[in-house]
T-cell receptor
Framework: DAGVIQSPRHEVTEMGQEVTLRCKPISGHNSLFWYRQTMMRGLELLIYFNNNVPIDDSGMPEDRFSAKMPNASFSTLKIQPSEPRDSAVYFC?????????????FGSGTQLSVL | GESVGLHLPTLSVQEGDNSIINCAYSNSASDYFIWYKQESGKGPQFIIDIRSNMDKRQGQRVTVLLNKTVKHLSLQIAATQPGDSAVYFCAENFGDMRFGAGTRLTVKP
């Protein structure tokens, strides 16, 4: 299995631009998670989906952030407009069934720099 | 100016020694705990997990201990190797997975 696949690995953009991060979960996994990692705040859960439905988006910092999961094999996290404080590493993770007590499988992350 | 951020606890050990990494979790209702390892430029990787009905679980070279009385978790790595150098996170699950700040382990050859 290829694991969770994220793209791009690195993204450099200017303030005000739209940024779209992409994730392909492990085939057969029913839950998908978006995390953000910064030195200031560590690993923060932004949103998670179960069977393509957003379950909890309380971690999404503000309306500039949106996430979609149009099908079981693809999800996007969009920031519009982007700001320098959005600079971070964004991780996508998936788990088999989304029930409690289940480990997450992480992708390699997208390093986002907003200038 | 100087930026303020998380100051990761650090642990430096000699190759071949045993390592113990500690973690305090926040919610007494948490019933599932995981240790993850994150190497530079990579996502967190699962090491070992433990459910709240256990107080110890062993894997290959790793042992996790859970003390629910004081809400404390520890990861023991036996015969630490240079490849163990990474940041180690504990995570607790009470509805969703919440991560601690992490501990940086450095293994000296």
């Amino acid at each position: 299995d290829a694991g969770v696949i994220q793209s791009p690995r690195h993204e450099v953009t200017e303030m005000g631009q739209e940024v779209t991060l992409r994730c392909k979960p492990i085939s057969g996994h029913n839950s998908l998670f978006w995390y953000r990692q910064t030195m200031m705040r560590g690993l923060e859960l932004l949103i998670y989906f179960n069977n393509n439905v957003p379950i909890d988006d309380s971690g999404m910092p503000e309306d500039r952030f949106s996430a979609k999961m149009p099908n079981a094999s693809f999800s996007t996290l969009k920031i519009q407009p982007s700001e320098p404080r959005d600079s971070a590493v964004y991780f996508c993770a998936s788990s088999p069934s989304g029930t409690d007590n289940e480990k997450l499988f992480f992708g390699s992350g997208t390093q986002l720099s907003v200038l | 100016g100087e930026s303020v951020g998380l100051h990761l606890p650090t642990l430096s050990v000699q190759e071949g020694d045993n390592s113990i990494i500690n973690c305090a979790y926040s919610n007494s209702a948490s019933d599932y705990f995981i240790w993850y390892k994150q190497e530079s430029g990579k996502g967190p990787q699962f090491i070992i997990d433990i459910r709240s009905n256990m107080d110890k679980r062993q894997g290959q070279r790793v042992t996790v201990l859970l003390n629910k009385t004081v809400k404390h978790l520890s990861l023991q790595i036996a015969a630490t190797q240079p490849g163990d150098s990474a940041v180690y996170f504990c995570a607790e699950n009470f509805g969703d997975m919440r991560f601690g700040a992490g501990t940086r382990l450095t293994v000296k050859p």
